[in-house]
């Protein structure tokens, strides 16, 4: 990107071009706010979102996450008229597939979808049987049951996140990438300046979207964020003809597998010894283990040929739930970090949520779920489980 | 030539023509063309593509071959079947 001179000031500095850092941008532009800069160390979608699964799901287990996918979905449905985006996002809602393999996960489940349909998500559970219709391949003989929601579904990364950035580069919104926040300077009670290696800029507000490093950005203004970095592997197979609907997922088997609309598998598995911090690096383990797995659930799958693996972060937060909200201890510091692996899927949320706290309006829904507060000496109130 | 008749990704199909939109909307660097157009995503993984990628932006930026970055070269270098390392795992096993 040709990168200008970076302004001395700025009324709102957003720290992370992905697609939180850009929902927000464009969010806080739509409604009036100027002076907005965007700063991103590499390009656009470089962290978590462009290394992200491309799915959109609404079958979750707490109610926060529950409203904000599915007001997400019902934005995400009219995002390409609404953007005037002149690319395409190809949204594709053939559904999730949520495999349960036991007892135990089929009575969760059971209580997820009546979480999900009292909020007005239509999932419905399945009977193995029912779940191969959907799936023919579905190998029915590591299957308990299964939940369906045919609104969930498939999203690019990369157009989703440049459709915001063109709209708001549209409203005034200036990107400054490859530009590296090295720290930021404060008074006891408000942000001074953000200094880069392009510059300084002096603003009284800073939005922390910086995905795997938000806990380091919080800690350049003396904010303590209690969330940290894992690396979750995925590899993507060479397009084939269309032969997958829906997302398939396993919380006990690890796994989530998706047929892109351009033809290729994507799928993905976490691995709880992997070590905190900032790595990304693909692994022999991980391909290992997620031939196996996927070879068990979807046997045809066996037959595509592997191209490319990579890996992403994931900001995981204490209850596995997004922080969207301001700091107490320091007016105009505001963050949207600890997404725990589903930030892009959330990002229409996130952006209208915060850009509406920073504007001092009020929030379109309650924030206090979602408040860096929660984690104050206290218990977790509720923990989201259905995480791969 | 007509630069609309240029493949450059065979892959992913994506002609010189398309590579020069791209640069005059701002995304000038390997890595962003990655994302938006796909190129040197396929099945070759840019070693067919690659390096005339690098070529033209330098050509377009008039700046000299080694200031544009090469793109992120990840694992595989050709395409493998899941069912094979499936079972070389489980004979190491």
Redesign the interface.
């Known amino acids: 990107m040709k990168n200008k001179t970076l302004p001395k000031q700025a009324d709102v500095v957003i720290i992370g071009a992905g697609i939180s850092g850009c929902s927000i941008a464009y969010n806080l532009a739509k409604q009036g706010q100027k002076n907005i800069i965007v700063i991103e160390r590499d390009y656009l979608t470089s962290g978590a979102t462009g290394r992200c699964g491309a799915g959109v799901r609404q079958q979750w287990a707490t109610k926060a996450n529950c409203i904000l996918a599915k007001k997400s979905v019902e934005f995400f449905e009219n995002a390409q008229a609404i953007l005037d985006y002149d690319g395409d996002i190809e949204f594709k809602q053939e559904g999730y597939l949520v495999i349960a393999s036991n007892d135990q996960e089929a009575k969760q489940f059971e209580k997820n979808v009546k979480l999900q349909n009292s909020l007005g998500i239509p999932s419905r559970v399945l009977t193995k049987e029912e779940a191969k219709e959907i799936v023919p391949h579905l190998n029915t003989d590591v299957v308990h049951s299964a939940t369906f929601c045919k609104t969930d579904g498939h999203l690019n990364p990369f157009t989703m996140t440049d459709a915001y950035y063109k709209a708001a580069k549209r409203l005034g919104v200036e990107f400054f990438t490859y530009t590296t926040v090295e720290r930021i300077t404060r008074d006891a009670d408000r942000i001074k300046a953000v200094h880069t290696d392009k510059g300084t800029i002096e603003t009284s507000i800073v939005v922390n979207a910086a995905g795997g490093w938000a806990k380091e950005i919080g800690t350049m203004v003396d904010v303590e964020i209690p969330v940290f970095s894992e690396n979750h592997e995925i590899l993507v197979t060479e397009p084939v003809e269309k032969m997958q609907g829906p997302m398939v997922i396993s919380f006990s088997q690890n796994i989530y597998c998706q047929q892109t609309p351009h033809g290729a598998f994507i799928m993905g598995r976490g691995d709880k010894d992997m070590p905190k911090g900032h790595d990304v690096s693909s692994s022999w383990k991980f391909l290992d283990e997620m031939s196996k797995t996927v070879t068990r659930l979807l046997p045809p799958i066996g037959e595509l040929r592997v191209i490319r693996q990579w890996g992403g972060l994931y900001n995981m937060s204490p209850d596995h739930q997004p922080i969207i909200g301001g700091a107490k201890q320091l007016p105009g510091f505001y963050m949207a970090c600890g997404f725990s692996g589903h930030g892009f899927m959330l990002a229409p949320m996130t952006g209208l949520l915060l850009s509406e706290l920073i504007l001092g309006k009020e929030p379109s829904l309650p924030m206090e779920d979602m408040a860096l507060e929660r984690f104050d000496g206290k218990a977790i109130r509720e923990l989201e489980t259905s995480v791969v | 030539m007509d630069a609309k008749n240029i493949i450059i990704c065979r892959c992913s199909d994506v002609t010189l023509q398309d590579l020069y939109d791209l640069f005059e909307e701002?995304?000038?660097?390997f890595?962003?063309l990655k994302?938006?157009k796909?190129v040197g995503?396929?099945?070759c993984?840019a070693n067919t593509c690659g390096k005339m990628v690098q070529w033209e932006i330098a050509k377009y930026f008039n700046k000299p071959l080694e200031d544009v970055p090469f793109h992120n070269m990840?694992?595989?270098t050709m395409?493998?079947?899941?069912?094979a390392?499936?079972e070389a795992?489980?004979d190491e096993e």
């Open positions: 701002g995304y000038t660097t890595e962003e994302r938006i796909r995503m396929g099945p993984q990840r694992p595989f395409g493998v079947k899941l069912k390392i499936k795992a489980e």
